[in-house]
């Protein structure tokens, strides 16, 4: 896999994470565990020089 399409499926995956914390509780074990991921994702995304103002809805 190349690092750019390491990259989509990364964004993509950001993306999804994003729409499930927004319907999601923020007290529930579900949107703790998905804010665990999309702080992952956020620090991958971020260290691979991508800027995420546009693309982070959450801003956490």
């Keep these: 896999m190349t690092e ?3 990259l989509k499926i990364s964004v993509e995956e950001f ?3 994003q729409d499930w ?3 999601a509780e923020k007290d529930s074990e ?3 565990s ?4 999309y702080l992952d994702l956020k620090v ?3 260290a691979s020089g991508l ?10």
């Design 51 to 60: 800027n995420l103002t546009e693309i982070d809805r959450i801003k956490a």
């Design 4 to 6: 750019k399409e390491m």
């Design 44 to 46: 991958i995304l971020t």
């Design 15 to 17: 993306s999804r994470i």
């Design 30 to 32: 579900i949107y703790k």
């Design 21 to 23: 914390m927004e319907i």
């Design 34 to 37: 998905l804010r665990k991921r």
